[in-house]
């Protein structure tokens, strides 16, 4: 299933022409730009001996492998081997391509080609930050379920998003969208320090939405009537065990800077990870291994989405 879906693999930003090793879903792949502009995706495994394509150069458009210097254009088809130089390349010796596309800042891939678009957002403020890649060893839905989670802001984000004073959980309602993800419309925390612009405690709305079997997206608005925010969570599946994570940012705030934005995301992230690389088993449990309380409402929602869409990749 996870093979059909669309995973976020590089900043758009950050790709030029030069060749970018990646991982996904345990295959090896190598990212690019043809002449053009446009990102290609391919299997990182020369169809000649097998040597690593993203160890190569792009030249005129197309990638070289490090080898024997054959040379493939943006749809996989060899157009040169340097050792026969009139010989002209059969469709047999073409590099295996997968499919590639930009979205929400971010180039996305798939295995295999996809049944749907990458997923669309809510209405989002339209300041627009993307930070990543932070490579985290669990598995991708350990991430996401932790970004659903706000039994721990108390805890582990201890007088940013949460004090142990206000470590109830209130009263939610999950529900769904047609498609069958689950959302909480209206939840409302206390938090001492809700955002980067942030200079006191304050109530704040959320609303939170599972956009996928390895995304979700948060919306923050603050009851002071000051602007709001919202998050998207992407964790790309390295391997069943280890995932890239890639947020977006998306807020009403003109005054504070990229970097204090940033600095402010990072610093939260931070917090997490070490609490995230400390679970065991990294799979997450969705059938059975693990307890729950009322509180976990949604992440038990998540759960049984993600067994419901017939995920398998960082599941047990
Ligand atoms: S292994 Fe790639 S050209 Fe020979
Ligand atoms: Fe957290």
């Known amino acids: 299933m996870e093979t059909q879906l669309w995973h976020p693999l590089s900043r758009d930003e950050d790709l030029d022409a030069a060749p970018i090793a990646l991982t996904l879903l345990g295959h090896a792949l190598v990212l690019w730009r043809d002449a053009s502009g446009q990102p290609v995706l391919m299997r990182d495994q020369c169809p000649h001996r097998g040597a690593r394509l993203s160890l190569g150069r792009v030249r005129h458009g197309h990638i070289e492998c490090p080898y024997h210097g054959w040379r493939f254009d943006a749809g996989g088809a060899c157009v040169g081997i340097p050792a026969v130089p009139a010989f002209r390349p059969p469709a047999s010796h073409s590099a295996c391509t997968h499919p590639v596309v930009e979205c929400h800042g971010l180039l996305w891939g798939a295995l295999e080609p996809p049944t749907t678009e990458p997923p669309k957002l809510p209405g989002m403020p339209a300041r627009r930050l993307v930070y990543g890649p932070f490579d985290v060893a669990t598995s991708a839905?350990?991430?996401?379920?932790?970004?659903?989670?706000?039994?721990?802001?108390?805890?582990?984000?201890e007088g940013w998003l949460g004090e142990t004073g206000h470590a109830e959980v209130p009263d939610y309602t999950v529900t769904h969208t047609a498609d069958g993800r689950p959302v909480i419309e209206d939840y409302r925390a206390w938090?001492?320090?809700?955002t980067a612009s942030a200079t006191s405690g304050g109530w704040v709305r959320?609303?939170?939405?599972?956009?996928?079997?390895?995304?979700?997206?948060?919306?923050?608005?603050?009851?002071?009537?000051?602007?709001?925010?919202?998050y998207t969570l992407w964790a790309t599946p390295l391997d069943d065990e280890h995932c890239r994570v890639w947020m977006g940012q998306y807020t009403a705030d003109t005054?504070?800077?990229?970097?204090?934005?940033?600095?402010?995301q990072l610093a939260i992230f931070a917090q997490d990870k070490p609490i995230l690389e400390s679970q065991q088993p990294r799979r997450l449990p969705v059938s059975g291994g693990e307890v729950h309380c009322a509180a976990d409402r949604l992440s038990a929602a998540y759960r049984r989405y993600l067994q419901r869409v017939g995920v398998r990749c960082g599941i047990c």
């Open 255 to 264: 005054t504070s800077t990229d970097t204090e934005l940033r600095d402010f």
């Open 191 to 194: 938090q001492p320090r809700a």
């Open 141 to 157: 839905p350990r991430v996401v379920e932790n970004f659903l989670d706000t039994a721990h802001f108390a805890f582990v984000h």
């Open 206 to 230: 959320y609303r939170y939405e599972v956009l996928g079997p390895y995304g979700a997206v948060l919306g923050k608005q603050p009851d002071d009537g000051s602007p709001g925010d919202a």
